[in-house]
């Protein structure tokens, strides 16, 4: 018996440590070289290991070869999985889910169309190709690279709330998890908002990429529930609003949040499966567990994958200012059968005026402009401090007064002077649906 593949079973949960640490094999590694692959493995391996896995059919075993070993565990389906299938998994004894709803979860079996890998090491699978004009809510869940968590990225789609991209690993850092997202999103996807888990390691993260053009993608609200627990006010003039200001940035991830978040899985699970469209989500919660009324990973694993995803869940369910982003909940997915063309969300729009009240609606205006003015003041003055920042450091290069660190834009991307203005000048305009904002 193969008792590896019961999770429910010590050697099983000891196999599956194993594998978590090992780099996941990829056919793009023939065209890559031997001295590249290795530089790959290394950089998303924790043991140095490749997990290599083929199918009984990509080994040209026939129908046959399977139905006469299916015979020989008296055609058990547990077995079979087990035995033959090498899956590995786990029956409902500890898990928070069903054994039905487990063995559905098992039989998804997502395929990754295209990997891209980011700062030529960091393995991006894609499962639905990569549309720039989206606006992609991408969850970051924040590791330091040193313990056995893994810093996870969920690109979902905002139209379907499944998982287009998804990416891990168990030894990124900060520095490099900085250059990832602004490598994901210049070069993949233009208009994503980042919902980067709010702990020490993202703040950093997040604190770093305002100094960048990335700052209008990441996700900053004026919700406690989604920002922040903490009720301290601090009264010192400007420090108090830059306190404000940074707190405004990020998903804090408490225990308020946390169980709505777990609220959310529950939901998905039993009634929206065709939206785990990810071989890290459903492994991770594979291994989820009920301890004393707790839903958490089992001793020894993580759910680093599920909790990037959910971020991303949590803010589009419960985020007040997603139009200035350019998402409204229950849009249909362009250049689909059911796209309507902006129908609903103008539908939207005019259902909620009709049923304000006339103090809401001159509350509402008032807010309007009063956003609309501290976003242009805000944008203006982002411009003029980048553009003589530039010119600064143009000169600098010129004169060669200095060494000078690289940013994270410019580490990635050597721009040039003139287009880096260019790209400035064409920010983005906030919509008329940025005055649902906080409303």
């Not at 990832?180 to 980067?196: D, G, H, S």
């Not at 909790?307 to 200012?321: D, E, F, H, P, Q």
């Not at 509402?364 to 003029?384: P, T």
């Given at each position: 018996m193969?008792?590896?593949?019961?999770?429910d079973?010590p050697a099983?949960?000891?196999?599956?440590e194993?594998?978590?640490?090992?780099c996941k094999?990829?056919?793009?590694y023939?065209?890559?070289?031997v001295?590249?692959?290795k530089?790959?493995?290394?950089?998303?391996?924790?043991?140095g290991i490749c997990?290599?896995?083929?199918?009984?059919?990509?080994?040209?075993l026939g129908e046959d070869?399977f139905?006469?070993l299916?015979?020989?565990?008296?055609?058990?389906?547990?077995?079979?999985k087990?035995?033959?299938?090498?899956?590995?998994?786990?029956?409902?004894?500890d898990s928070?889910?069903?054994?039905?709803?487990?063995m559905?979860?098992?039989e998804?079996?997502?395929?990754?169309?295209?990997?891209h890998y980011?700062?030529?090491?960091y393995q991006?699978?894609v499962?639905?190709?990569l549309?720039p004009k989206?606006?992609?809510l991408?969850?970051v869940d924040?590791?330091?690279?040193?313990?056995?968590?893994?810093t996870?990225?969920?690109?979902?789609?905002?139209?379907?709330?499944q998982?287009?991209a998804?990416?891990?690993?168990?030894?990124m850092g900060?520095?490099?998890?900085?250059?990832?997202l602004y490598?994901l999103v210049?070069?993949?996807i233009?208009?994503a908002?980042?919902?980067?888990?709010?702990?020490h390691g993202g703040?950093?993260?997040?604190?770093?990429?305002?100094e960048?053009?990335?700052?209008?993608?990441?996700?900053?609200?004026?919700?406690?529930?989604l920002?922040?627990?903490?009720t301290t006010?601090i009264?010192?003039?400007?420090?108090?609003?830059?306190?404000e200001?940074?707190?405004?940035?990020?998903?804090?991830t408490?225990?308020?949040?946390?169980s709505l978040?777990?609220d959310l899985?529950?939901l998905t699970v039993?009634?929206?499966?065709?939206?785990?469209?990810?071989?890290?989500?459903?492994?991770?919660?594979?291994?989820?567990v009920?301890?004393?009324?707790k839903?958490?990973?089992g001793?020894?694993?993580?759910?680093?994958s599920?909790?990037?995803y959910?971020?991303?869940l949590?803010?589009?369910?419960?985020g007040k200012?997603l139009?200035?982003?350019?998402?409204v909940k229950?849009?249909?997915?362009p250049?689909?059968?059911?796209?309507?063309?902006?129908?609903q969300?103008?539908?939207a729009?005019?259902?909620m005026?009709?049923?304000?009240?006339e103090?809401?609606?001159?509350?509402?205006?008032?807010?309007m402009m009063?956003?609309?003015s501290?976003?242009?003041?805000?944008?203006?003055?982002?411009r003029e401090s980048?553009?003589?920042?530039?010119?600064s450091?143009?000169?600098d290069?010129?004169?060669?007064?200095?060494?000078?660190?690289?940013?994270?834009?410019r580490?990635?991307?050597?721009?040039?002077?003139?287009?880096?203005?260019?790209?400035m000048?064409?920010s983005w305009?906030l919509?008329d649906?940025?005055?649902l904002?906080?409303?």
């Amino acid at each position: 018996m193969n008792i590896k593949g019961d999770l429910d079973s010590p050697a099983g949960q000891a196999a599956q440590e194993i594998l978590d640490r090992t780099c996941k094999w990829s056919e793009t590694y023939y065209d890559l070289g031997v001295e590249k692959t290795k530089e790959i493995i290394s950089a998303n391996s924790k043991n140095g290991i490749c997990y290599i896995e083929y199918s009984y059919k990509q080994l040209g075993l026939g129908e046959d070869w399977f139905i006469k070993l299916c015979s020989l565990v008296n055609g058990d389906p547990t077995a079979i999985k087990r035995e033959l299938l090498l899956q590995r998994i786990r029956g409902s004894k500890d898990s928070p889910f069903s054994e039905e709803d487990l063995m559905a979860l098992q039989e998804i079996k997502p395929t990754v169309i295209e990997e891209h890998y980011l700062l030529d090491l960091y393995q991006l699978n894609v499962y639905k190709k990569l549309n720039p004009k989206f606006p992609y809510l991408v969850g970051v869940d924040v590791a330091t690279g040193v313990n056995n968590d893994s810093t996870a990225v969920t690109v979902v789609n905002p139209y379907t709330l499944q998982i287009d991209a998804e990416f891990r690993s168990p030894i990124m850092g900060y520095p490099d998890l900085k250059r990832f997202l602004y490598q994901l999103v210049k070069k993949f996807i233009p208009r994503a908002v980042l919902c980067i888990e709010k702990n020490h390691g993202g703040d950093s993260v997040i604190q770093d990429l305002r100094e960048t053009i990335l700052n209008k993608n990441l996700y900053h609200s004026m919700s406690k529930e989604l920002v922040d627990d903490n009720t301290t006010k601090i009264t010192n003039g400007h420090i108090e609003r830059e306190v404000e200001r940074r707190r405004n940035f990020g998903v804090f991830t408490g225990s308020k949040s946390r169980s709505l978040m777990i609220d959310l899985l529950f939901l998905t699970v039993q009634e929206h499966k065709d939206r785990l469209t990810s071989h890290f989500v459903i492994d991770d919660i594979l291994k989820l567990v009920r301890k004393n009324g707790k839903v958490q990973a089992g001793a020894g694993k993580h759910d680093d994958s599920i909790m990037s995803y959910l971020i991303a869940l949590y803010v589009y369910t419960y985020g007040k200012n997603l139009n200035r982003w350019g998402i409204v909940k229950g849009m249909k997915e362009p250049g689909t059968e059911d796209d309507d063309h902006g129908a609903q969300e103008e539908d939207a729009y005019a259902y909620m005026m009709e049923n304000l009240s006339e103090e809401e609606q001159m509350f509402f205006q008032a807010q309007m402009m009063a956003n609309n003015s501290y976003e242009n003041y805000n944008r203006m003055m982002q411009r003029e401090s980048m553009y003589y920042a530039r010119q600064s450091e143009a000169m600098d290069r010129e004169m060669n007064a200095t060494t000078r660190v690289e940013d994270v834009e410019r580490e990635d991307f050597n721009y040039d002077f003139e287009k880096r203005k260019e790209e400035m000048s064409n920010s983005w305009v906030l919509n008329d649906f940025d005055s649902l904002n906080e409303w």
